[in-house]
């Protein structure tokens, strides 16, 4: 008797048991197989984790901490690691920035506005005359939104090193030296706006009009140095702005000298070169060679001859140029963080 | 060799003074003037020193931000500063830096680690991927801080909302997360009510008994010192005055203890009892100095034989006023070097 009682609450148990799994598989099928997938996900995730500290038991908390510390203490490639920063510092603010979502809208609107408030003003002028210094509308237009989305590029990405004045003389600098993460990274994603895209849709757009509008005879070459000299032309803009910022480890109120160059640089190259004084375009090509952003690579694709005497070359240097100016920025970049000061207590 | 080791550490700023209109005169001020000395694993030791003595540049060059002007320096063996960097060959000028900060923990009292205008649980997710640290670890470590912390309902506030106690614990949270072997804590109880300082004592006396994890701390407030370290270093002028257990600092200091006695009644000045001191008395209550390094118990005993005692009681030296007599020397110095 005993026995068969026995055996039959055996049987009832593992029946209930089974039915009771099925009916959670079932579930779980049902309703929804990702929340699953997350389920083993996380288990699997946990069990691997629990197997590195396995290792070590509780009594042995230093040992899977040297552990862990010998596993995160891996060095990683410099530019990649700047990226992985990058990403990650701005697409949180991003994420926070898109919590107020119409305020977010609001704000892209009138930075897209003033931008191109900025060129109405060239509308209004070739409403009274013909031509700038040789150069139709079309052809200024074209200066206009090459640069304006080269430097659109440089300063969505890199607009935040301007505000580093600020955190080198309070020091709070000191935050983002004491992270395992690339500095400059650090510096340039904090506070990332993407309002400041703004500035880039103008620009395109100003862009798109003008290549409308231009009556120009397009070859293979001329059409890929559009893309280039868009691209090393937000590169140039980047590395004055890091090479700006480097400077201002010395000299803490510089940013204004830096945006005189930036966001200057950016005016001036808007205009064709003809109206300026030999000397000053002497100094944008030789000087700080603000000219490769777009003026020698333009005038080529709009067949004029290049400014202040230069070879007709130079119009495809501009990728060499921008690698010369990282470089210079980089160096300059170095210097700083060695000769950081920090602040008192 | 120790865990943390620095020999003949120095940092010297260069200040450049307006002196007329075109003139600038330079000068060379040591804030760390050769200092050496070494922490082994799991130690808790003191770092004081009046204000400018050079507590905050040492902390500062062990965590990698100020680059040493000169010296050696060593934590969990690596050497952040760059000309080691050059030395070895590896390039980047954040390779050793940032080796170094996966291992080390930093809160400054003055100043926020976390993002200001984020919710403390949106810069603890960014640490967790900054960091690289392991999922389960990161939850185990959050979890465990949030509790000892008392963290749970501030985790959705933005920090620049929190109170500085509440911040003073959300940093100090986001300085654990990554399991750092060694806790720098630069006056971690600045500012803080008797709640607050207490709290955070605790946990950092939890921390160090149960993970075994080396802080280095620096602080004006001696509670912290006396509640949380064995062992104290005393810093003035960039230089290191005294290195050892806090006790010994009396006997450096020659501090005094002083007895309280009261009396039955008003009685003349008690000057018969060798060993100690006449200081002062208020009616029946007379006070009297001794070496702090000597016992009280012949003392109490001498005075309870021959005068009718009703109460009494001992009072420690106050070690702020033992740390003043070291500085007595130098503060003349300080002075002229402020001018």
Known sequence: MADTRGVGRQSRVADIDGADRQSRVADIDGVDRQSRVADIDGVDRQSKVADIDGAGGPGLVGDSSRALASDSSRTYPLASDSWRTYRMVAGMWIRSTMTYRSSFALTLFSSFCVTFFDFVVILLMFGQVEGLGGFSFAEVAFLYGTTGTSFGLADLTMGSLQRMGRRVRDGSLDTFLMRPAPLLAQVAADKFALRRFGRVAQGLLVLVWALVLLDVAWTPVKVLLLPMMLVCG???????????????????????????????????????????????????????????????????????????????????????????????????????????????? | MSFIELESLEKTFTIRRKEGLLKRSKREVRAVDGISFGVE??????????????????????????????????????????????????????????????????????????????????????????????????????????????????????????????????????????DPEVLYLDEPTIGLDVVSKARVREFLRELNASQGTTVLLTTHDLTDIEQLCSRVMVIDHGKLMYDGKLAGLHAVGESERLLVVDLERELPPIEDVPGARFVRAEGPRQYLAFPASSSAAPLVAAVAAAYPLVDLSVREPDIEAVIAKMYGGTREERRESLM
């Open chain 1, 234 to 345: 937000a590169v140039i803009f980047a590395a004055v702005m890091v090479l700006g910022a480097s400077a201002l480890f010395w000299m803490q109120d510089a940013a204004e000298v830096t945006s005189s160059f930036t966001y200057g640089g950016n005016t001036l190259l808007q205009y064709p070169p003809t109206i300026f004084a030999q000397e000053l375009v002497r100094g944008v090509v030789y000087v700080v060679p603000l000219a490769f952003v777009n003026w020698l690579p333009a005038l080529y694709v709009l067949g004029r001859p290049a400014p202040a005497g230069v070879p007709g070359w130079v119009a495809f240097a501009s990728p060499l140029v921008a690698l010369v100016c990282c470089g210079v920025a980089g160096i300059a970049w170095r210097a700083g963080i060695r000769s950081y000061r920090s602040t008192g207590s």
């Open chain 2, 41 to 178: 694993r799991g130690e808790m030791v003191g770092y004081i020193g009046p204000n400018g003595a050079g507590k905050s540049t040492t902390i500062k060059m062990l965590t990698g931000i100020l680059t040493p002007s000169g010296g050696r320096l060593r934590v969990a063996g690596i050497d952040p500063s760059p000309s080691s960097r050059l030395r070895s060959g590896r390039g980047g000028p954040n390779r050793e830096r940032t080796r170094l900060a996966q291992r080390i923990g930093v809160v400054f009292g003055q100043r926020t680690t976390l993002w200001w205008d984020l919710p403390l649980k949106d810069s603890y997710g960014l640490m967790h991927r900054m960091y690289r640290i392991p999922d389960a670890r990161y939850r185990e470590n959050l979890d465990r801080c949030v509790e000892l912390l008392d963290l749970g309902e501030l985790l959705d506030v933005p920090v620049r909302q929190l109170s500085l106690g509440q911040r003073m614990r959300g940093d100090i949270a986001a300085a654990l997360l990554h």
